[in-house]
T-cell receptor, first 111, second 114 residues
């Protein structure tokens, strides 16, 4: 499977600032999901946005989806030190149970 | 709900030996399970899709004779790395799917081959 791309690859911001990560994918999707991974740990599911949705919120998270550009963004508002982690998008293609992961963004929140 | 476990969480083995990793869905049945591999500071790469009671489907470039997958029940899939070599050292993550477009991930297994 072809990986999606994320940018930036790494992002360092001050605590309290907002963090934005972008994801691009290659095929038609049923949904797109965002995951967090702390170093050496498993994945934590953050949010799922369906192909017919344009924006979704969950707490301090805001996800947008632009199917015409095959892109999505994850915004974390009012960042905290505990948000330090790697963030991955994963696209679920139509008619296919597989998830295609993006390359990931390593986010560091500076206290 | 929707908890997936993996065992062991860490394993060190000698080159040439085989190691088995278990993936269990604890509170749901999973007709499909997926096995991923993750290198340090890299993303997850799908290795294979495992369906209960049938042969696994491997992604291009993944050696099926080296990475044996068994999905004997609706709650258990195993990945056996045969004749492991240092280049097989990696983080292996499974996921379990109770229905289409749903996947729940295990905590991962760190394999180190010496």
């Amino acid at each position: 499977s072809q990986q999606g791309e994320e940018d930036p690859q790494a992002l360092s911001i001050q605590e309290g600032e907002n963090a934005t990560m972008n994801c691009s994918y290659k095929t038609s999707i049923n949904n797109l999901q965002w995951y967090r991974q702390n170093s050496g740990r498993g994945l934590v599911h953050l949010i799922l946005i369906r192909s017919n949705e344009r924006e979704k919120h969950s707490g301090r998270l805001r996800v947008t989806l632009d199917t015409s550009k095959k892109s999505s963004s994850l915004l974390i508002t009012a960042s905290r030190a505990a948000d330090t982690a790697s963030y991955f998008c994963a696209s679920a293609n139509f008619g296919n149970e597989k998830l295609t992961f993006g390359t990931g963004t390593r986010l560091t929140i500076i206290p | 709900g929707a908890v997936v476990s993996q065992h062991p969480s860490r394993v060190i083995c000698k080159s040439g030996t085989s190691v088995k990793i278990e993936c269990r869905s604890l509170d749901f049945q999973a007709t499909t399970m997926f096995w991923y591999r993750q290198f340090p500071k890299k993303s997850l790469m799908l290795m294979a899709t495992s369906n209960e009671g049938s042969k696994a489907t491997y992604e291009q470039g993944v050696e099926k004779d080296k990475f044996l997958i068994n999905h004997a029940s609706l709650t258990l899939s195993t990945l056996t790395v045969t004749s492991a070599h240092p280049e097989d050292s990696s983080f292996y993550i499974c996921s379990a799917s109770p229905s289409q477009y749903e996947q729940y991930f295990g905590p991962g297994t760190r394999l180190t081959v010496t």
